[in-house]
């Protein structure tokens, strides 16, 4: 079973920039699709970003696409989101994830069958 540890998260004002990472131990960066998923308070937990296994091909939600970016480092076994110019909307908390979901369900969390705790991300305006 996988384990996948969450950092970077943090308060930082509107326009600024984040590294999230995802170390992942118990499996290999190869084995899984990887995926960034937030949740604010008082909201479900949606989807920002994905990385295909094969490929490495990225998907992202319309909120985040051009600001945020997934990566994945197979020498560090971890998946990384960067994001750039914050906004206060941002704010939640975000989950690693890792999975095999057929592609009509990267987007959804039942795609996904392991999680990290999540980490914080607050934006002020």
């Known amino acids: 079973q996988a384990q996948l540890v969450e950092s970077g998260g943090g308060l930082v004002q509107a326009g600024e920039s984040l590294t999230l990472s995802c170390v992942i131990s118990?499996?290999?960066?190869?084995?899984?699709?990887w995926a960034w998923f937030r949740q604010a308070p008082g909201k479900e937990r949606e989807f920002v970003a994905a990385i295909r296994r094969s490929g490495g091909y990225t998907y992202y939600s319309d909120s985040v696409k051009g600001r945020f970016a997934i990566s994945r480092d197979g020498a560090k076994n971890a998946v990384y989101l960067q994001m750039n110019s914050l906004k206060p909307e941002d704010t939640a908390v975000y989950f690693c994830a890792g999975g095999v979901p057929i592609l009509s369900s990267i987007r959804t969390t039942g795609g996904y069958r392991t999680w990290g705790q999540g980490t914080q991300v607050t934006v002020s305006s």
């Open positions: 118990g499996r290999t960066i190869r084995d899984y699709d």
